[in-house]
T-cell receptor, first 112, second 115 residues
Framework: DAKTTQPPSMDCAEGRAANLPCNHSTISGNEYVYWYRQIHSQGPQYIIH???NNETNEMASLIITEDRKSSTLILPHATLRDTAVYYCIVRVRSGGYNKLIFGAGTRLAVHP | GAGVSQSPSNKVTEKGKDVELRCDPI?????LYWYRQRLGQGLEFLIYFQGNSAPDKSGLPSDRFSAERTGESVSTLTIQRTQQEDSAVYLCASSPLVYGDQPQHFGDGTRLSIL
């Protein structure tokens, strides 16, 4: 199973870009990188995912390095409501279905 | 549209009692997953349903834990003879397809406290 490594915590000023790194050096060629976040007392919320190319949606951008060994989630203009634990996950394919393995994540604190 | 719904949102019970936790997935979602999250920790996979079948029960911690799904819709996770170590948030997720890169969508969980 591909493991991910994330810093335990990060700070970001409101209105600035938050760049959250993730290392996944043992990722296989057909494994996607997913990002979820979890705000206190809520279930994980899907943010974005990608395989090789950079991706962007209304919430965030995902930058994946060419060797696919690391990625960065970018929240372009962080708000106080973006304070959460952010999980970088490499989806494990097991018997054709997807089992998400969550690590400890990065606790992002957005401050005024 | 409606997301994944779980009930109850909170459950407090005495050690030794049985509990049932319910998950209503997003309509039409074929795949359904149960996870457990202990305080301050990441998610642990418990069981996966493809339709009404459970091809992977490898995460269930003991034979006190069981789950079923009916009508390719509602799922129930049952914990018998609860122990204090069962205290956790139990999360349910669903996705449209079994295969492919469809993301899983989570409910807000049931917070289970065993006294």
């Amino acid at each position: 199973d591909a493991k991910t490594t994330q810093p335990p915590s990060m700070d970001c000023a409101e209105g600035r870009a938050a760049n959250l790194p993730c290392n996944h050096s043992t990722i296989s060629g057909n494994e996607y990188v997913y990002w979820y976040r979890q705000i206190h007392s809520q279930g994980p919320q899907y943010i974005i995912h990608g395989l090789k190319n950079n991706e962007t949606n209304e919430m965030a951008s995902l930058i994946i390095t060419e060797d696919r060994k690391s990625s960065t989630l970018i929240l372009p203009h962080a708000t106080l409501r973006d304070t959460a634990v952010y999980y970088c996950i490499v989806r494990v394919r097991s018997g054709g279905y997807n089992k998400l393995i969550f690590g400890a994540g990065t606790r992002l604190a957005v401050h005024p | 549209g409606a997301g994944v719904s779980q009930s109850p949102s909170n459950k407090v019970t005495e050690k030794g009692k049985d509990v049932e936790l319910r998950c209503d997935p997003i309509s039409g979602h074929t795949a359904l997953y149960w996870y457990r999250q202990r305080l301050g920790q990441g998610l642990e996979f418990l069981i996966y349903f493809q339709g009404n079948s459970a091809p992977d029960k490898s995460g269930l911690p003991s034979d006190r834990f069981s789950a079923e799904r009916t009508g390719e819709s509602v799922s129930t996770l049952t914990i018998q003879r609860t122990q204090q170590e069962d205290s956790a948030v139990y999360l349910c997720a669903s996705s449209p397809l079994v295969y492919g890169d469809q993301p899983q969508h989570f409910g807000d969980g049931t917070r289970l406290s065993i006294l």
